[in-house]
């Protein structure tokens, strides 16, 4: 898929599910509201619709096509059931199986089934408990403060996304692995190709796509190698220093697994919640009612209005699974070898589950929404951390700078990545 979406002004109207075409590039360029209206349509099937695969720039073998689950209790039964539904066999994030020389830089635990799955999660896990995290408040709270006194110095009209709303998790991420400040931009530029990389701003329509991802995986890997070399002959306290050095139950991480986990730490941690934080300034400015009841009572509301962000900006869009035997989910039959797409950012606006599923609203409850992935083995590690930043964030912002308010984003070209790349905000 490396075609560019044509002019907004020339695409037809989508009115009916043979109108959708999940892999034209166009369909991910359109609105928010024609995307939801599509998906809506998607979801009153009676089955899940079969989309043939995508032609893929990277190599690999593209096989006859997959299911797109859009119903949120098609998600949570596929997340129940790894066995059935796996994410080892040819990767999670992809849609044809991702080529081999892949692995080395990405093969990381979110494109791995248990027993290895498993292991590297018991591993590195410890550092992600709340026990854990909320020995970083601290930190968080620290950064978040510095971010908007950079803020209110520069003044408005600046850029939201890469002054404030990236700077956080890039930050924290940073300093939990021990990666100094002056590589914070170069992790930043990495990772923005790993998950960029069909969009022309991060890798030019001219350039190798695949030769791009796979430099700046490697790239990014090598940092962390480097680091790990030095913590091992000299621990700090950081987490690089507890992943070289930790011995649970006989195990230890190796240098390619280190590396892939330190990838996807930064790209899942820094931008899924730097796209919460974006997504989540915009609700609050085209919702300014939202915005008074959370003023009114932050710290007593804050819990409900972080889980109403996350459902809303779901940053991922989906999550790939391969079936691994004939299965019956829900009244339909998956036959071994087919693949299934998680499409949690519809299943996050399921009229079946959300009563008025597109209104933001801060007080909703229940929630349960699978922004941080479905239940199982893959939800995600750092939920934890990533709800304890975009409160700080907020928490900051509403409180010295209440009047905030985001211009139009400027969207990430991505069929995975619910993403914002760019923002004005204006106070």
């Given amino acids: 898929m490396t075609t560019q979406p044509t002019d907004p002004g020339k695409r037809t109207a989508i009115t009916s599910a043979a109108d959708i075409d999940l892999n034209d590039w166009d369909f991910w360029g359109r609105p928010d509201e024609e995307r939801e209206h599509a998906f809506r349509l998607l979801r009153d099937l009676d089955k899940p619709a079969f989309f043939p695969e995508p032609e893929f720039s990277l190599g690999g073998i593209t096989g006859p096509g997959y299911h797109a689950l859009v119903r949120h209790a098609d998600i949570l039964e596929a997340s129940r059931n790894p066995e059935v539904f796996c994410s080892g066999d040819g990767g999670a994030t992809n849609i044809p199986d991702l080529p081999a020389e892949f692995a080395e830089y990405f093969g990381s635990m979110i494109n791995m089934d248990d027993p290895r799955h498993a292991r590297l999660r018991r591993i590195v896990s410890r550092a992600f408990t709340p026990k854990m995290i909320k020995q970083f408040e601290s930190d968080v709270d620290a950064a978040a403060s510095r971010i908007v006194d950079e803020l209110l110095e520069t003044g408005p009209g600046c850029d939201f996304v890469t002054e404030v709303a990236a700077r956080l998790p890039l930050k924290i991420i940073c ?9 914070y931009r170069f992790v930043f530029d990495r990772s ?8 022309p701003e991060y890798v030019s329509e001219r350039a190798d796509i695949a030769h791009a991802l796979l430099t700046a995986g490697m790239e990014l890997q090598q940092l962390v190698q480097d680091l790990a070399a030095l913590r091992m002959e000299t621990p700090t306290d950081d987490l690089t220093s507890s992943l070289v050095n930790a011995n649970i139950d006989g195990e230890r991480l190796t240098a390619q697994e280190l590396g892939s986990f330190f990838i996807l730490l930064v790209v899942a941690g820094n931008e899924t919640t730097r796209n919460a934080i974006s997504h989540g300034m915009r609700l609050l400015t085209v919702n300014p009612e939202q915005r008074r009841l959370w003023l009114e009572d932050f710290e007593g509301r804050a819990p ?10 779901a940053p991922v869009n989906y999550m790939r699974r391969k079936v691994t035997r004939d299965h019956e989910m829900n009244g ?14 519809a299943a996050n606006r399921d009229e079946r589950v959300f009563d008025d599923p597109l209104r933001f609203d801060i007080r909703r409850d229940p929630n349960p929404h699978v922004g941080f992935g479905g239940p199982g083995p893959h939800f995600c590690l750092g939920a934890h951390l990533a709800r304890r930043e975009i409160t700080a964030m907020f928490r900051e912002l509403l409180r010295r700078v209440p009047q905030i308010e985001a211009g139009e984003p400027e ?15 204006e106070f």
């Fill in 332 to 345: 339909n039959l998956y036959r071994k070898g087919e693949k299934v797409l998680l499409y949690y950012w």
């Fill in 192 to 199: 923005n190709i790993v998950l960029g990389a069909t969009d």
């Fill in 411 to 425: 969207r990430l070209l991505s069929s995975f990545i619910n993403g914002i790349k760019h923002m004005t905000c």
């Fill in 175 to 183: 300093d939990m692995m021990g990666i100094p400040e002056k590589d």
């Fill in 304 to 313: 409900r209005a972080i889980e109403e962000i996350v459902r809303l900006a």
